[in-house]
């Protein structure tokens, strides 16, 4: 990473900042408040308002369109999503392409704005009108004139519905010259009744209290005429806006088919070109020149440098600087294989590394893929998570980076898990040899191989204790990578004390802990003089943890030794999933032997069922935990994190072209 330091001559300055934009190569950073002491600090370009408005118009019509434009849904639209038009544009001025804005918006803003606004009134209205029948419908049977509801001279009429029509009976009963009507009618699991209340005007108080307590009274608008009249007329009213609606939306959605691509064009361009306007207030100034900052990767010092003089024909001044991590703060740019950029979220999930410090990406990567696939440990499951990869690749990858880039890294997560799993002899368990064998007694192995006298598939149920021993052997590789990358990273760093102690302390501690260990407790045949020089390799490692740690450094041993053990879970994740998909096995095969009539259909359903979950559950546990051997143990080895992404000044197109650009 450089960098940059640009001095331009005004006249030359927007050139050079589309220049910057079209290619990419650098990321422009805010002037500092110590060089704000020499200059003027710039502000926005006045046009960025200007541009800003007509985004938002814009924006508007999009959002109009889009969601009244027809779409794709379900596994359709992901399976084969629809892609908008990419439109070809000039490198118009700022002039021209406001002046554009400015006649497609008198064209269709007003056609558009006005048809939202009666959509609006009509779904309101219709809502009014469906509250408004509903509750019609309840005082239905009564043939009602509503507008007698509400009070005169003489009476007050209520109307409302309860669940207590017997306490509601009782109190309306005391009450002089009041009659009630009721209508039981079922809501759900609940019996309820329409209720219609009619009172002389004197006993209004009480009537009042009574419908306050007992029931919930309905809430109409002055209504003229029999129910039935006016159920009747709200419903005929109530069609006409709906077909008055679908005569605005199939307008909103010819708009849509016509317009839309051409509004998201318009939108990019200006967007584009605010993104210009604004960037300058990141810049400092004097009355002649403009001061801008950023970085640069140093494979393109060169390219930038030829680039920004020949755009501002040589009215400019380049100064490139090699950054210190502090106060610098450089951002990080991580370069990894086009086949391994899935693994960056896995990396940005915890931190990016700082400016300097080693990128684990590619490593941790790889390690994630083994143990994923070694909890996992099914060649069944591995089969269905390597087919969905490829199709993701293939069909749906070429319409999403994202996608594209967790497609191969499940690729490889499926061959390392069928692999396992065949070497585990698990394919579904031991749904093969259960279902499509001849077998009396012990089920027997989808293969039988002795390959330089280790014999496969390896049984991780019947001998858990082989692949503890692999998993270990998996876990001690990992931690001594750590190990290694931390000593490297500290010597990188110039921090030679910590290379010496903490770093490096753990590689006598191993060697010579591992002989003793092999010595007194697992019977190895080591001659006196090994055992010597592994005492001795012990205390050169305990000297210098405890040179670099202190007493305190005890306790690191014991926590290394817990990291290591952590390992363990490889064959704890990788009986579960056998284990499960065993039992389901066994379950599917009593049903079926249960009922032989329908057993082999009950069979297929419930292995297929019961298989889908369990590989959904194993593998949202195998990646879980196979995280968590990359976050805690092995980056605790080295790594610390806490970059900012290197993020260019970069154009970044997804509706439109330029003339003299061709879509890839």
């Known amino acids: 990473m450089k960098k ?213 009274e309905f809430e109409l608008k002055k209504f003229d005429g029999k129910t039935v009249e006016i159920i009747k007329s709200l419903e005929t009213k109530k069609n006409e806006i709906l077909k008055e609606k679908k ?117 941790m990567g790889i390690f994630f893929v083994i143990f994923f696939g070694f909890m996992l440990g099914d060649a069944g499951y591995g089969l269905i998570i390597l087919f969905l990869s490829i199709f993701g690749y293939l069909k749906i990858g070429k319409h999403s980076e994202v996608i594209h880039d967790w497609s191969i890294m499940g690729i490889f997560m499926g061959i390392v898990t069928t692999t396992v799993g065949l070497l585990t002899n698990s394919f579904f368990g031991d749904l093969i040899p259960r279902f499509f064998y001849d077998y009396s007694g012990e089920i027997p192995p989808l293969y039988n191989i002795n390959l330089f006298g280790i014999q496969l598939p390896a049984n991780p149920i019947k001998d858990p204790i082989s692949i503890l021993v692999i998993a270990l052997i998996f876990g001690l590789l990992h931690l001594n990578v750590g190990v290694i990358l931390g000593i490297i990273q500290a010597l990188k760093t110039k921090k030679y004390k910590e290379a010496l102690t903490i770093k490096s302390c753990w590689v006598p501690l191993q060697l010579g802990g591992g002989m003793l260990i092999g010595y007194f407790i697992l019977d190895f045949n080591l001659s006196q003089t090994f055992i010597y020089i592994a005492a001795i390799m012990v205390i050169i490692g305990i000297v210098q943890l405890f040179v670099s740690e202190g007493p305190i450094g005890f306790f690191g041993i014991t926590g290394y030794v817990g990291d290591w053990l952590s390992y363990a879970r490889l064959l704890a994740l990788g009986l579960a999933t056998a284990g499960m998909a065993l039992a389901f096995n066994v379950v599917a095969e009593l049903l079926g032997k249960m009922i032989p009539i329908i057993g082999i259909v009950i069979t297929i359903v419930l292995i297929v069922f019961a298989h889908l979950v369990n590989l959904g559950l194993q593998a949202l546990g195998a990646g879980i935990h196979s995280l968590r051997l990359q976050y805690v143990e092995f980056f605790n080895r080295f790594y610390e994190g806490g970059g900012h992404k290197f993020t260019p000044f970069k154009i970044k197109r997804k509706y439109t072209k330029l003339e003299k650009e061709k879509i890839d």
């Open 247 to 363: 005569d605005i939306i199939k307008n909103l959605q010819k708009l849509a088919k016509n317009q839309l691509d051409e509004l998201l064009a318009l939108r990019e361009e200006i967007y584009l070109e605010r993104a210009r306007k604004e960037i300058s207030k990141n810049f400092g100034k004097t009355d002649m020149t403009y001061i801008i900052n950023g970085w640069t990767l140093e494979k393109d010092e060169k390219i930038l440098n030829e680039q920004l003089k020949d755009a501002s024909k040589n009215n400019v001044i380049i100064n490139f600087k090699k950054p210190s991590s502090n106060p610098d703060n450089p951002p990080t740019y991580v370069k990894t294989p086009s086949w391994a950029n899935g693994f960056k979220g896995l990396v940005e999930m915890f931190s990016l590394p700082k400016y300097g410090e080693i990128n684990p990406t590619l490593i």
């Open 4 to 216: 940059v330091s640009i001095i331009v001559h005004k006249n030359n300055l927007e050139d050079v900042i589309k220049n910057l934009h079209e290619n990419g190569l650098m990321e422009i950073i805010n002037i500092s408040k110590d060089e704000q002491k020499n200059f003027e600090k710039a502000t926005t370009h006045p046009d960025s308002e200007t541009l800003v408005t007509y985004e938002l118009r814009l924006s508007r019509l999009i959002d109009i369109l889009k969601k009244i434009k027809p779409n794709k849904s379900g596994i359709k639209s992901f399976l084969n999503p629809e892609l908008p038009d990419i439109k070809t544009v000039s490198d118009n001025s700022i002039e021209d392409l406001l002046s554009y804005a400015e006649g497609l918006l008198e064209k269709i803003e007003k056609t558009i704005l006005i048809n939202e606004k009666k959509l609006n009134e009509y779904n309101e209205y219709i809502e009014t009108v469906k509250k408004d029948l509903e509750i019609i419908n309840y005082l239905k049977s009564f043939n009602l004139d509503l507008s007698y509801l509400g009070e005169s001279d003489f009476l007050i009429v209520k109307a409302g519905k309860t669940s207590d029509l017997e306490s509601l009976k009782s109190e309306i009963k005391n009450l002089k010259k009041t009659v009630i009507y009721s209508k039981q009618f079922v809501k759900g699991k609940e019996i309820e009744w329409s209720v219609l209340i009619a009172s002389h005007i004197s006993e209004k108080e009480k009537i009042e209290r009574i419908c306050k307590e007992k029931i919930n």
